[in-house]
Nanobody
Framework: QLQASGGGLVQAGGSLRLSCGAS??????????KDWYRQAPGKQRDLVAN???????NYANSVKGRFTISRDIAKNTLYLQMSSLKPEDTGVYYC????????WGQGTLVTVSS
C-alpha cells in the first residue's frame, strides 16, 4: 500500500510537508509513488505535481512557486513541501504510483483556514 501522511489544519500563508511511502517488501520494491493529486470538496481529483524517474518535475499552475515535489529514492518516499498555503489548497491529497496498475494512497486531509 501507499501511505500518505502530513496533512492537517494550517492558517493561510503557512506550510505543510506531505510524505508518501510504500509498505510491504515486495510492494515497496516494485512501486514508486511519483505523483500528488488533490481533491477539493465537491470537485474531481486533479494532478498537483509529479516527478519523473529522471528527477524532472511538473506542477499545476495554481501551485507553481509554492509547492515542491521531491523523492528519497533510497527510502522509496515521495514528499510534497507546501508553502504560502491558500484556502483554495484545501482538500484531500493523494499520492499515486503505477506498476502494471494504478496505486493510490489513502489520502491525507489538508485544511487551510483564512
Amino acid at each position: 500500500q501507499l501511505q500518505a501522511s502530513g496533512g492537517g489544519l494550517v492558517q493561510a500563508g503557512g506550510s505543510l510537508r506531505l510524505s508518501c511511502g510504500a509498505s510491504g517488501t515486495t510492494f515497496s520494491n516494485n512501486v514508486s509513488p511519483k505523483d500528488w493529486y488533490r481533491q477539493a470538496p465537491g470537485k474531481q481529483r486533479d494532478l498537483v505535481a509529479n516527478i519523473t524517474d529522471g528527477g524532472s518535475t511538473n506542477y499545476a499552475n495554481s501551485v507553481k512557486g509554492r509547492f515542491t515535489i521531491s523523492r528519497d529514492i533510497a527510502k522509496n518516499t515521495l514528499y510534497l513541501q507546501m508553502s504560502s498555503l491558500k484556502p483554495e489548497d484545501t482538500g484531500v491529497y493523494y499520492c499515486h504510483g503505477y506498476s502494471y496498475r494504478h496505486y493510490w494512497g489513502q489520502g491525507t486531509l489538508v485544511t487551510v483556514s483564512s
